[in-house]
């Protein structure tokens, strides 16, 4: 597609279930990235994703976040036992040498735990 | 690590008048800055851009200036309409690392 996809868009749950985010990237893009966002608040870097290299896992805040990318295209974001805490924006983005490295966002998976 | 400050956290100005908004970032080794701007309900969208080997860049109203000594850029927007109203966010990387640090956010709001 022309921009970064992401699926849900809304998602409300139940604290203490598991929910999985998905992020479509552009096409060729080879760096993907996930922030999140809580409400008024700034973007808070979790994982970026670059070729066949090693994650970088830094910004997950807890064991109970986690995310998988297949190839250089689709990832998921999954959040076990959520927390109402756990409620904010999940932001994907993606980025290409071939595009100057500028990233560029998705509209963001908004996600409420209650 | 990189730590991105922003000031000020929010900023009111009349239609027409210009917007400044600042940042300063702490790792010398950081060049490349982008700036972007996030409407209610979207994702961010990059607006400009600047590399640490020039000291400006502009795009129509939309101006970006770059201080490697001080380790500051600023946002400049002139003859702002009310379309201009929404959160800017500042941010800082270093090319290699691709991964971006942001500052904690401006919003700006245009009066008619």
């Known amino acids: 597609g022309a921009g970064v996809s992401q699926s849900p868009s809304n998602k409300v749950t139940e604290k203490g279930k598991d929910v999985e985010l998905r992020c479509d990237p552009i096409?060729?893009?080879?760096?993907l990235y996930w922030y999140r966002q809580r409400l008024g608040q700034g973007l808070e870097f979790l994982i970026y994703?670059?070729?066949?290299?090693?994650?970088?896992k830094s910004g997950l805040p807890s064991d109970r976040f986690s995310a998988e990318r297949t190839g250089e295209s689709v990832s998921t974001l999954t959040i076990q036992r959520t927390q109402q805490e756990d409620s904010a924006v999940y932001l994907c983005?993606?980025?290409?040498?071939?595009?100057?490295?500028?990233?560029?966002f998705g509209e963001g998976s908004w996600l409420t735990v209650v | 690590g990189e730590n991105v400050e922003q000031h000020p956290s929010t900023l009111s100005v009349q239609e027409g008048d210009s917007a400044v908004i600042k940042c300063t970032y702490s790792?010398?080794?950081?060049?490349?800055f982008p700036w972007y701007k996030q409407e209610l309900g979207k994702g961010p969208q990059l607006i400009i851009d600047?590399?640490?080997?020039?000291g400006e860049k502009k795009d129509q109203r939309i101006a970006v200036t770059l201080n490697k000594t001080a380790k500051h850029f600023s946002l400049h927007i002139t003859e702002t309409q009310p379309e201009d109203s929404a959160v800017y966010f500042c941010?800082?990387?270093?090319?290699?690392?691709?991964?971006?640090?942001f500052g904690q956010g401006t919003r700006l709001t245009i009066n008619p």
């Open positions: 983005a993606s980025s290409s040498t071939n595009s100057g490295n500028t990233i560029y």
């Open positions: 096409s060729g893009h080879t760096a």
């Open positions: 994703f670059q070729g066949n290299s090693a994650p970088d």
């Open positions: 790792d010398s080794a950081s060049n490349y």
């Open positions: 600047i590399r640490s080997n020039v």
């Open positions: 941010a800082a990387s270093k090319q290699g690392a691709q991964k971006l640090v």
